[in-house]
């Protein structure tokens, strides 16, 4: 079966970051590179953590023009990273360029394209947030549009929070990839998340993947924390 757990390696070193790839990799799917790690450990360090046999989330976030967008994602894709992300808002020509660019990569290297995921409303904007800087203040709304842009361009996937789950299932094709973060057991600390869902109830929901960080990787045990969650998904 798929494992759809993917861990946040949100630490700032690579050390610290393979010390848990060690320990991580043969009870989760992928490990997720956000900025932090990237910026101080750079592709060779993407590299160390795929030559423990791991599958790569790079999470960049690209919001620029689409030839430099494609570019990054032709770099991402010949670093044969599983996932990553840009940013919906970058609008359709920069999200059809980044889709072609890993599709064009994938055929030339003979291997599967990188998933690129588009993001809609990053979780920390409200409707408040939204009107400040001139958008509709209606963040469902705008996640719905950015939603469907995204995958009118083509792209296979977007990252939404647990809560969007539901609303998206409804209005994108069955096969588009979720991936969620913000997820948190019963008992689990909430640490700054605020709207979230447990692991089963977001893959009952419907999503595909869930990005987890805090809960494993700042765990006592991370690999028993790791093994509870994949539990968790099979109880009734
Ligand atoms: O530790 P925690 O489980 O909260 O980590 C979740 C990961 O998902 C972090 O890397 C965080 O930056 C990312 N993320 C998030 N909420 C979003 C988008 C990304 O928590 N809306």
């Given at each position: 079966?798929?494992?759809?757990?993917?861990?946040?390696?949100d630490?700032p070193?690579?050390?610290?970051?393979?010390?848990l790839?060690?320990?991580?990799?043969?009870?989760?799917?992928?490990?997720?590179v956000?900025?932090?790690?990237?910026?101080?450990?750079?592709p060779?360090?993407?590299?160390?953590?795929?030559?423990?046999g791991?599958?790569?989330?790079l999470?960049?976030?690209?919001?620029?023009?689409?030839n430099?967008?494609?570019?990054?994602?032709?770099?991402?894709?010949?670093l044969?990273?599983?996932?990553?992300?840009?940013?919906?808002s970058?609008?359709?020509?920069?999200?059809?360029?980044?889709?072609?660019?890993?599709?064009?990569?994938?055929?030339?290297?003979?291997?599967?394209?990188?998933?690129?995921?588009?993001?809609?409303?990053?979780?920390?904007l409200?409707?408040?947030?939204?009107?400040?800087?001139?958008?509709?203040?209606?963040?469902?709304?705008?996640?719905?549009?950015?939603?469907?842009?995204?995958?009118?361009c083509?792209?296979?996937g977007?990252?939404?929070?647990?809560?969007?789950?539901?609303?998206?299932?409804q209005?994108?094709?069955?096969?588009?990839?979720?991936v969620?973060?913000?997820?948190?057991?019963?008992?689990?600390?909430?640490?700054?998340q605020?709207?979230?869902?447990?692991?089963?109830e977001?893959?009952?929901a419907?999503?595909?993947?869930?990005v987890?960080?805090?809960p494993?990787?700042?765990a006592?045990?991370?690999?028993?924390a790791a093994?509870?969650?994949?539990?968790?998904?099979?109880?009734?």
């Amino acid at each position: 079966m798929h494992n759809p757990l993917i861990v946040a390696l949100d630490v700032p070193t690579l050390e610290a970051a393979l010390k848990l790839v060690e320990e991580l990799a043969p009870v989760v799917g992928a490990f997720k590179v956000g900025k932090e790690l990237f910026v101080s450990a750079g592709p060779e360090g993407v590299r160390r953590i795929q030559s423990s046999g791991a599958s790569v989330f790079l999470d960049l976030k690209f919001h620029d023009i689409p030839n430099t967008v494609a570019r990054a994602v032709e770099a991402a894709s010949q670093l044969d990273v599983q996932m990553l992300t840009v940013h919906a808002s970058g609008g359709g020509e920069m999200l059809r360029a980044a889709e072609q660019a890993a599709q064009e990569c994938g055929r030339k290297l003979g291997r599967r394209p990188p998933l690129v995921l588009g993001v809609t409303v990053l979780t920390n904007l409200d409707n408040a947030g939204l009107s400040e800087i001139g958008v509709e203040p209606d963040v469902g709304r705008q996640v719905e549009r950015l939603a469907s842009l995204a995958v009118k361009c083509g792209l296979r996937g977007l990252v939404c929070s647990p809560l969007e789950i539901a609303l998206l299932r409804q209005i994108i094709p069955s096969d588009t990839q979720l991936v969620t973060p913000g997820i948190r057991g019963p008992e689990a600390k909430k640490d700054d998340q605020k709207r979230t869902l447990s692991p089963k109830e977001a893959i009952d929901a419907g999503a595909n993947w869930l990005v987890i960080g805090r809960p494993i990787w700042a765990a006592e045990h991370p690999r028993a924390a790791a093994g509870k969650i994949l539990a968790s998904l099979n109880e009734p």
